[in-house]
């Protein structure tokens, strides 16, 4: 299955072949295999339990797994986990979170607020103090400081609310857009899966598809996928 990336003569960025993970006896993802070129969206969708962020560690490398999974030369890979492992009340604050990085500097600190539109003097709070929302964009202000060309999401809008989803979902789209970067994106927006994605994989038991939106987003396969009817709004430029 092409997509319009691919149609234009992008390479691949990422090929992933007969994916299989288990966890002692059992098993996650099985046979899963995808590509994604460079420049272009891919969504990630399916049930909750059917192995989405589990498939985003294995492709980052944190986990074992069977089957290939093939980067192109020179990928630098940023990665906005759906949970991070840090308390909400130590006594940091956002612009202390982003000084840890390892390639952080003052002018690189500024100039990756600026592009995922957090004010200094909202950084420069205890990360207790933040929205859902500006804690996810501290996030991904994390993930850019290493100039990544590939940006993995899980569910970076879990738990904001909705303007909140929009200004982050608008983020997204524009990072991909100006910067050409190379998006990942796991996501229960159907809408805008539809809307801004350029393939879609999804995942449900031992069984897996790939494609362009209009042809995976469809109210048969999401009935087979969810076991209940799913509707969703489409905004048709």
Known sequence: MSNSASA????????????????????????????????????????????????FRALVGAIPF???IRWADGVRIGYVPQKLDLERDVPITGVD?????????????????ALVGLPRAVA???????????????????????????LLLDEPTAG????????????VARLQRERRMTTLLISHEL???????????????????????????TPELLLEVYGMPVAFHVHEP
């Open 124 to 150: 420069g709070q205890p990360i207790g103090a933040l929205s859902g929302g500006q804690f996810q964009r501290l996030l991904i202000a994390f993930a850019l400081i290493g100039e990544p060309s590939v």
């Open 160 to 171: 904001v609310d909705e303007p909140g989803e929009e200004r982050l979902n608008a983020l």
């Open 66 to 68: 069977e089957g290939t």
């Open 97 to 113: 979170f982003l000084a840890a990085h390892p390639r952080a500097s003052p002018g690189m600190l500024n100039e990756m607020l």
């Open 191 to 217: 809408a805008i899966v539809f809307r801004d994605a350029t393939n879609v994989l999804c995942l449900s038991g031992d069984r897996t598809w790939f494609g362009p939106p209009k042809q995976i987003l």
């Open 8 to 55: 234009l003569g992008a390479p691949n960025i990422l090929e992933v072949t007969s994916l299989s993970i288990s966890f002692g006896r059992t098993q996650v993802l099985r046979n899963v295999s995808f590509r994604v070129a460079a420049g272009s969206s891919l969504a990630v969708i399916g049930p909750n339990g059917s192995g989405k962020t589990v498939l």
